[in-house]
């Protein structure tokens, strides 16, 4: 173990965090002058003092805490002009627990070049249940182009995406892909919810809808991997103790090894295109 001791302050990592997420979030076309400098300045604090000791020909996984669970770490600066992101390749994990056990999962899957795809896109929702969500067009387009690059598939979109029929295939899924809408109950986290198509003659908002404690539920058996193309996906909460809760601790928990999240809303044409070269 190597311990390495920042000379700043906790008030002004956080405060620069701060400063820094709500610059980024603006989407600003051009990165504002200050926005760099804050970029620079957070990598100067967090990774600089320990540089030395990293090698950038491995995967680097990250732990954070308190506010460093929102900061997207790929973003920051170096002194030379480089994201962190084209220095390292980097992960994150909840806790150095969980990060040994998804690993110890992960190598234990069969090598399997036919994987199958369960590609879910923009679940034609009752707009009168979710007043506040919009639809998401580039979203069925994305689940069907992604699962283009996989010998079996199935694509479910729009009305097909009901949760009769994302049940019968999730359990048995290699890979989950979902573009769609997700709610987030902050208050309690396991009711927070992947909003799926309004199945015909369904009157119950339960089954219209597939919620953080019924997944936690699930038997993921042949899973290796979760793609959530939604908002929020990542972070719902952050409790001291904790640290970070979501859609992704769930499946998680639920014993997928590889889970991949948003940290905020985002651009749902702009999602499509980084989707589609992920998987490409």
């Known amino acids: 173990f190597k311990a390495f001791e920042v000379g700043v302050s906790l008030a002004e990592i956080e405060n620069n965090v701060s400063l820094y997420l709500d ?7 051009n990165l504002p002058q200050e926005e760099m400098d804050l970029a620079v300045k957070i990598y100067q604090h967090l990774f600089q003092p320990l540089e030395t000791s ?19 770490f790929a973003s920051l600066i170096a002194p030379d002009e ?20 998804c690993t ?28 506040d969500l919009q639809k998401l067009p580039n979203a069925a387009t994305e689940a069907e182009r992604v ?4 010998e079996r598939k199935t694509v479910l979109l729009e009305k097909s995406a009901s949760k009769k029929n994302v049940n019968a295939y999730f359990e048995k899924s290699d890979i ?27 009157t119950d908002i339960k089954d219209k809808v597939l919620m953080n404690h019924e997944i936690f539920e699930r038997k993921f058996v042949n899973t290796k991997l979760v793609v959530l193309a939604a908002c929020q996906t990542g972070v719902e909460g952050i409790f001291n103790g904790e640290g970070m809760t979501g ?10 090894p590889s ?16 989707m589609i070269a992920f998987h490409k």
């Open 23 to 29: 610059s980024i979030t603006r989407r600003n076309e």
């Open 54 to 72: 990293l090698d950038p020909n491995k995967k680097i996984c990250l732990i954070p805490d308190k506010i460093l669970f929102q900061l997207p």
């Open 82 to 101: 480089q994201f962190l992101l084209q220095k390292y390749k980097i992960i994150y994990a909840p806790s150095l627990n969980i990060f040994l056990i």
């Open 104 to 131: 110890k999962k992960a190598g234990s899957f069969t090598p399997n070049k036919t994987e199958n795809i369960l590609s879910i896109g923009n679940p034609a929702f009752n707009q009168q249940d979710f007043a």
């Open 147 to 150: 699962a283009d690059f996989y």
């Open 176 to 202: 989950i892909h979902f573009a769609g809408p997700y709610v987030v109950d902050e208050y309690s986290p396991l009711l927070s919810k992947m909003i799926l198509a309004d199945d015909a003659g369904i």
């Open 247 to 256: 859609a992704s601790r769930v499946f998680l928990a639920a014993g997928i």
């Open 259 to 274: 889970v991949i999240a948003s940290q905020w809303s985002v651009d749902s044409e702009a999602t499509t295109q980084l």
